[in-house]
């Protein structure tokens, strides 16, 4: 598995694995568990994914910000079980300046978060647990 | 004489978090008349016990990348019905 893992996942490896001395830039994005939804409180959550698509479309995002700026990226996404506070997802681009660094990291958590077939379940603190459902709360988002 | 077979073909489904929960099982070996598209697999899905709580269109893929409901689907494929994604 290249971009989906059940390890934590640390920043620090992928702005190392994407660093070149002919890269000036380097722009990141953790997502991180939120103790809140939608007003509740939320205790933690179990992230599955449909592995091997998740993979692939992970690649393909890759793929396509880097063909699109002159960029080098490095993505995780974490699955399992995770507290508040755990890293989720992480992205670096890296770049000769930051505006093509800043555009395809945004550019890349943006897909990840439209495309890769990942589902979470959370567990809030009165108890009850709910698989999220991003698009229920688009009107009032 | 038998009447000629109808053809068919016979897919993979899998189905992910509330929809594996609502259907009762993650993978299924399903036959369709053929020619067959994604909504044809996704009839014959919301025609099982708990069936009714797949939306008319839910999100799809085929072979490993989302595809639209009208994409034709050959035997063997391997179809993935997928709940609101939510990853991120």
């Known amino acids: ?141 | 004489m038998p009447a000629p077979a109808t053809p068919s073909l016979t897919v993979r489904v899998l189905l992910f978090a509330s929809y594996a929960e609502a259907l009762g099982f993650e993978t299924l070996e399903l036959t369709v008349p053929s020619p067959a598209t994604l909504s044809t697999v996704i009839e014959q899905l919301r025609a099982l016990p708990g069936g009714d709580q797949l939306p008319l269109k839910p999100l799809c893929a085929r072979n490993l990348a989302h595809a639209p409901a009208e994409e034709a689907v050959a035997m063997g494929d391997e179809i993935a019905v997928l709940p609101p994604l939510a990853g991120g």
């Open chain 1, 1 to 141: 598995m290249r971009f989906v893992t059940a390890d934590p996942i640390d920043l620090a490896p992928l702005i190392a694995a994407v660093q070149a001395p002919e890269r000036g830039g380097v722009a990141s994005f953790l997502g991180l568990v939120r103790n809140h939804h939608e007003g509740r409180g939320v205790l933690r959550l179990d992230y599955s994914a449909y592995g091997p698509m998740a993979e692939a479309e992970c690649g393909r995002i890759v793929a396509e910000a880097e063909g699109r700026w002159r960029v080098t990226i490095a993505l995780r996404h974490r699955v399992g079980t995770l507290a508040v506070g755990d890293v989720a997802v992480a992205a670096a681009a890296a770049s000769a300046h930051r505006e093509e660094a800043f555009a395809a990291c945004r550019y890349v958590i943006e897909e990840v978060k439209r495309r890769v077939p990942i589902w979470k379940r959370e567990h809030y603190a009165d108890g009850t647990v709910v698989w999220v459902d991003p698009t229920a709360s688009l009107q009032h988002a």
